[in-house]
């Protein structure tokens, strides 16, 4: 938008037109004591402030409703509709040594260290899960066999583009036949632990999956954990399937990080991916660009 504006153009006044207006003016400001030496004070001050009235009012009228800033407006208030949410609060003390051992790669050296974790809601109602975010510089020296309905492992060795040893990880409780595997832990790339979060871009991803799935294949689930800038109060999400979106879920805000999660029930299969679509607010309700 352009803000350099131009006056509109008018006639020129006459003479005796200039003579009315400044004896119209001197009238209306002539004080109620005799004070010459003050007379032409107030007639500059009411043109100064007539002059800022009509140079406001170009800029306004010229700037669209919608734009930050722009006078007679606020910013749009987004008002959030989530009425289902995912937070627990904190993990319960008796299960810190859980969420810990599993924030660990098999024979990998330990314990690893929580950076932060959040008691959360399960992928069935008789269920809760932990997730955490943790780190360990130790090396993992072998590479189990995969097993349905138990642990997901991670690679053996920290990749190149994961060495400064963040993982993030999920324990799902309690132990059912019903939830698949019941802990996993993965790593987070280098790159992302170190993108600092910014007013454009509010949320910085470090891990996410959107394929777990119940062993009866009748839920489907996908979760994300991000760094979050100081401004975002609030996260919500929902899942898109087959062309049509699942309700908005509350997430968590907490310490700098944000956990988010959906989940959709019907028949799936094994592979199958949940779409999902984030936003986040700020603490006055306003849309906070997630990038």
């Known amino acids: ?6 006056p509109p153009r008018v006639p020129p006044l006459s003479a005796a037109e200039r003579s009315r207006m400044r004896n119209q003016l001197m009238e209306r400001t002539r004080p109620a004591t005799g004070r010459p030496a003050r007379r032409w004070i107030a007639p ?22 919608d734009e930050p800033g722009a006078a007679g407006t606020s910013a749009p208030l987004a008002s959030p509709e989530a009425r289902v949410g995912v ?19 098999p024979d990998e050296a ?39 309905g138990g642990r997901k492992p991670g690679p053996g060795g920290a990749p190149s583009t994961a ?18 595997a019941v802990a996993s832990v993965a790593r987070v790339e280098d790159k992302a632990w170190r993108t600092e979060p910014t007013a454009q871009r509010g949320l910085v991803t470090l891990g996410s999956t959107d394929g777990d799935i119940t062993n009866d294949l009748t839920t489907l689930q996908a979760w994300r954990l991000y760094r979050a800038h100081p401004d975002v109060a609030k996260v919500e999400a929902r899942y898109v399937l087959d062309g049509k979106t699942g309700p908005w879920t509350s997430g968590v805000v907490d310490g700098g990080f944000a956990y988010l999660e959906v989940q959709a029930n019907g028949k799936f299969t094994l592979g199958q991916r949940l779409e999902t679509e984030v936003r986040a607010f700020d603490a006055q309700g306003r849309l906070v660009p997630v990038g």
């Open 87 to 105: 937070d627990l609060g904190a993990v319960p003390r008796g299960d810190v040594a859980k969420i810990v051992a599993d924030c660990q790669f």
């Open 110 to 148: 330990g314990p690893a260290q929580l950076v932060w974790s959040r008691h959360v809601r399960g992928i069935t109602k008789d269920s809760s899960a932990l997730v955490a975010l943790a780190l360990n510089t130790k090396r993992a020296t072998a590479q189990p066999t995969v097993t349905r």
């Open 44 to 65: 500059m001050v009411g043109v100064g402030a007539v002059a800022a009235v009509v140079a406001g009012t170009l800029v306004v009228t010229q700037k669209s409703p």
């Open 163 to 180: 060495k400064l040893g963040y993982r993030f990880c999920m324990t799902r409780m309690p132990p059912s036949a019903k939830l698949g």
């Open 1 to 6: 938008m352009n803000t350099e504006l131009e």
